[in-house]
């Protein structure tokens, strides 16, 4: 069982957030593998304008180089296949759903988008080369570990605020400053609110422990240390939540060697840039 300590108070600005479309219900629950046809999937994307529209414009995308033009959404499911397709929907509905989310001026909604997509990517492609538990997860894990600073945000704007200028001005971690500050991290958020929106139990147990992933299986490969090394190697390709004027240090390649992927990072990183900008221009 998942035991995170999280104040209440947080915990209700997740009902704050704007609801999940039926869309994005469905995908959610074929996580916990129920089954999601291909017709339905396609059916509750066609009456959303705005992600069938996106969808086809990803198919036909020089990312997928398929020859001719797709015009039909389920033409385009079928192409993607189901796994790519929650992917790719859940990253473009759930930034913009977040777009909408009332949020304090030292608060940056574009690097935190920016920041969440780059990690969702590289988890994928992190579990796809390691024999990780439950690696359909690692999208979504990585999409959502770090929703918690953002219901901290919404509660707590100016405790927020200081605990990002305590970080920047560096002496302590940011946890340590979140624990200073309101007695909590956003990791123990961010597993708590997935534990409420009913994600899997492997999915909150990677985003809850994903700065202490050795806390998380007894020292065994478990997906929150895919997500640590993907949050981290996504900082430090610059997609980071600091403002452009605090420069990030280096720090995934320890990550990724005590994980056996160093002499593949450069492969990965290969295949994560065109991923990236294509989902990016989505968000």
């Not at 796994?83 to 030292?106: C, F, Q, Y």
């Not at 500050?181 to 147990?205: C, D, E, F, M, Y």
């Not at 939540?241 to 060697?257: D, K, M, N, V, Y």
Request: charged share 20%; proline share 7%; glycine share 6%.
């Amino acid at each position: 069982m998942l035991s995170v300590s999280c104040d209440e108070s947080v915990l209700r600005s997740v009902d704050r957030l704007p609801p999940f479309s039926p869309i994005l219900n469905r995908l959610a629950a074929s996580l916990a593998s129920e089954d999601a046809s291909f017709a339905e999937l396609a059916t509750l994307i066609e009456k959303d304008t705005v992600v069938a529209g996106n969808v086809l414009r990803l198919v036909n995308s020089a990312l997928y180089g398929f020859p001719g033009t797709v015009s039909s959404v389920r033409h385009a499911v079928a192409i993607l296949g189901l796994a790519k397709l929650r992917n790719v929907v859940m990253g473009m509905s759930i930034s913009r759903m977040w777009r909408g989310v009332r949020t304090p001026e030292t608060w940056s909604q574009a690097r935190f988008n920016t920041h969440s997509v780059a990690t969702a990517i590289l988890s994928d492609l992190l579990a796809e080369r390691l024999p990780v538990p439950y690696p359909e997860g690692a999208f979504v894990a990585g999409l959502l570990h770090d929703i918690g600073k953002l219901l901290i945000a919404i509660t707590w704007p100016n405790e927020s605020a200081l605990i990002q200028a305590m970080a920047q001005a560096g002496g302590a971690s940011l946890e340590e400053c979140e624990m200073e500050v309101v007695g909590t991290t956003h990791a123990a958020v961010s597993g708590a609110a997935l534990r409420k929106w009913n994600l899997p139990l492997p999915i909150q147990r990677a985003v809850a422990f994903h700065h202490r992933p050795e806390e998380a299986s007894a020292g065994q490969l478990d997906l929150s240390r895919v997500i640590q090394a993907a949050d981290q190697l996504a900082i430090d390709l610059g997609h980071s939540q600091l403002p452009p004027e605090q420069p990030p240090h280096p720090r995934s390649e320890p990550l990724l060697a005590a994980l056996g992927l160093t002499d593949r990072v450069p492969e990965l990183v290969a295949q994560f840039s065109p991923e990236f900008e294509a989902l990016r221009s989505l968000t």
